[in-house]
């Protein structure tokens, strides 16, 4: 059977984009699904845009062990490719010395992930890093910084298409079919357009929130394999231009081991404005709206470390959604990045459950995810 591609690649966010990018590196044509009319509109859009060290994952977990290979990989696209990013560091800060403890297995955890220059310092350097932060002692990380996710995902579009890859946008994946010893991927073109295929001899599904739908439609019990994505809705909250807060660095509260995020933190954005989250919800159904009312809560849970925050200097800014494996109280998830011959569906991966870091992991992810393929 003559294939159009060697691979299709579902999804045109961060992960999808840097599959694309290491695929045609090692010399496959590749072709990029993409369901939206843009890249990198979902995921790779709303989030916090942290270039994570790989503090908080279990060590051996994939996803410490890809956040960990990503942060470098991203610093030195970075620099190389001129995307926007600031190496700001962070500090995870202690409130009382009830949350010691737990800051202290933080810091073993991340020196477990083999993060690099991780320092624990008292109240009084805390006061003189960083006057505004209020915290019994803090766990530094200077290795975390911030990125532009939009340029970062766009240079590994670029560099997909210097290797000859394609994107198609308006192209939803409806079924993955195994026909004669290949992969058929039917799309549909546009709203209510045609239907097409697309044939391959492997498939990459990184569809984001939409993963697990599209490893269902290959034929893949997603209940019983434990894949389903559940949605988890992060709201932030924007500092007020002209607020009398300055921070340096990025601020993480020590947060619980149990919650479905890391705690409403403080970032800073490329242009130094400061916002606050994400909190933590679960919801059946895309929703990005925030609402005002949260602001009291908000500014509650950022007072912890941040003392002088007033509730009306927040104001709503955006949200996004977590496509997370752990449902509601369901304890830790890894990243699931399986390539499916054991499913009898050869050259098909799945990419599923691709929360944070996967902006930081999404080179690695994209390395590991074709070691898969290059070893079958
Ligand atoms: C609130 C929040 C904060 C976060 N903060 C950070 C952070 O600071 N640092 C970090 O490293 N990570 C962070 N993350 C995680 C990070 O944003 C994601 O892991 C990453 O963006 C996932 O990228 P992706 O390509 O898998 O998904 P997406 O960017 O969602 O891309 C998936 C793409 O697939 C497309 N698609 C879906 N279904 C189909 C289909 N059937 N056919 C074709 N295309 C389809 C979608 O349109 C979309 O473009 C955060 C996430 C959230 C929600």
Redesign the pocket.
Known sequence: MSLDFDTAV?????????CAAVLSSRGRSVVI????SA??????????????ASIYYPAGSLKARL?RR?CDLVYARAQARGIPHRRTGKLVVAAGDDEVPRLAALHDAARANGVPQLEMIDAATLHRIEPDVSGVAALSSPVTG?VD?HAL?LSYLAEAEENGAALLIE????ELAREREAWRVV?RVGEGGDEQSVRCSEVVN??????H??AA?AGIDIDREGLRVHL???D?FALAPGAPVSLGQLIYPVGSAEGA?LGVHA?LDLAGRIRF??DATYVDAPDYTVAAAKAPAFAEAVRRYLPAIEDDWLTPDF?????KLAGPGEGFRDFEIREESAQGLPGLVN?IG?????????GA?AEYMADRLDAR
């Open positions: 579902i999804g045109a966010g961060a992960v999808g984009l840097a699904l993409e369901a939206d890249i990198a509109r979902h995921g790779t859009a709303r989030n916090s845009e942290v270039i994570h956040c990503g911030i996710a995902a192209h939803r994946v409806t799309v990184a569809a984001g929130m939409g993963a739908e599209v439609s988890c809705k992060g932030y995020g970032t989250g994400p949200a996004g959604l977590r496509t990419c691709i929360e944070s870091p996967g902006l930081t992991a999404s992810i």
